[in-house]
Nanobody, 123 residues
Framework: QAQLVESGGGSVQAAESLKLSCAAS????????MGWFRQAPGMEREGVAT??????TYADSVEGRFTISRDNTKNTLYLQMSSLKPEDTAMYYC??????????????????WGQGTQVTVSS
């Protein structure tokens, strides 16, 4: 059974930092590609950052502010978020898959999903 469990979300002020974690178990722990996605109320889920085969990909909106990393010894994915803005407010989801043929920031490229962790940034 594949499982992804996010943690680390919370409420912060603009310009502050937050670090999200995603623990993978089962089939999800052997995946090559992992990523972070987010969904704000009334909006579509969008790709934030992905990592796979040594390549990191970021959405333009977070480039330079967010850093994705992965600790394979702990089967854990991280997202370090700095200089947070109110527009970063959303539910953040961890995703994973063993293959990735298309756009790494597309939700269609991922098979396994976590339940999400809420990030709220106030001005």
């Amino acid at each position: 059974q594949a499982q992804l469990v996010e943690s680390g979300g919370g409420s912060v002020q603009a310009a502050e930092s937050l670090k999200l974690s995603c623990a993978a178990s089962g089939a999800a722990s052997t995946t090559m590609y992992m990523g972070w996605f987010r969904q704000a109320p009334g909006m579509e889920r969008e790709g934030v950052a992905t990592i796979g085969t040594g390549v990191k990909t970021y959405a333009d909106s977070v480039e330079g502010r967010f850093t994705i990393s992965r600790d394979n010894t702990k089967n854990t994915l991280y997202l370090q978020m700095s200089s947070l803005k109110p527009e970063d407010t959303a539910m953040y989801y961890c995703a994973a898959n063993t293959i990735c043929f298309g756009d790494r920031l597309s939700i269609l490229s991922y098979k396994y999903w976590g339940q999400g962790t809420q990030v709220t940034v106030s001005s």
